[in-house]
């Protein structure tokens, strides 16, 4: 089982670890407001402390984490703090919220993975995406649609497009099948184009373009 710390319990944290934890995630969270981590202790590991001072998250577990990510909101400071910490206690991934796109370039340069934007990811797709092994890849469009990578609905499997109905079932259209290639057993895909006599097999990846709300449906 993957676990996944969380520094920083306000609304977005709370939310990520929630969905975290309702996904199956062992979840770490601290957070130096002790009311908040009483909240969390229902669905989390919760721990009140400073994640500015590096023996506090080296105390609390943070070292044998998977992935952290550094929710603190409005103090840039403490979060270029606890990001740099992250880091020094050899974290595989560390996700870094930031406040403005200066901010973000801060976290970026210090060594942050990835760094995400409140009024850009939402925090039940991001535990989505860190708490599967196989990551689903999302690129956002406009507003409310998006392309994203998920794997064939089990039902579907070895049905063609057309058996399965699967546009007017999920309202979403396959752009193309990412199929494993046989000949590169190490993990390589080939690029199908699908036609509605195409076969859906299992373990294909189907590239899929509709509204944001169906993808998270078949998701």
Not at 80 to 102: D, F, H, Q, W, Y
Not at 118 to 137: C, G, V
Not at 162 to 167: K, L
């Amino acid at each position: 089982m993957k676990r996944i710390g969380i520094i920083g319990a306000g609304r977005f944290g709370m939310a990520l670890a929630e969905s975290l934890a309702n996904a199956g995630v062992d979840v770490v969270l601290i957070d130096r407001n002790r009311p908040a981590m009483q909240n969390a202790s229902e669905f989390a590991t919760a721990l009140q402390g400073d994640a500015t001072q590096p023996h506090v998250l080296e105390e609390a577990g943070f070292g044998d984490c998977d992935v952290v990510v550094v929710a603190i909101g409005s103090n840039i400071e403490a979060s270029i703090m606890a990001t740099t910490n992250c880091k020094e206690l050899g974290i595989p991934r560390v996700v870094a919220k930031a406040s403005s796109e200066l901010h973000g370039k801060i976290l970026r340069r210090i060594g942050a993975d990835t760094v995400i934007y409140p009024d850009r990811d939402s925090a039940h797709r991001l535990a989505r995406t860190i708490a599967n092994h196989d990551a689903i890849d999302f690129l956002e469009v406009s507003d409310g649609y998006s392309i994203a990578e998920v794997d064939v609905p089990a039902d579907m499997a070895d049905m063609t497009l057309a058996e399965a109905d699967f546009r007017n079932k999920t309202g979403l259209t396959v752009l193309c099948i990412r199929r494993q290639n046989p000949e590169k057993p190490e993990g390589e895909r080939q690029i199908v184009i699908p036609s509605a006599s195409g076969v859906m097999k299992a373990g294909d990846r189907l590239i899929v373009f509709g509204e944001t709300k169906k993808i998270d449906m078949l998701s």
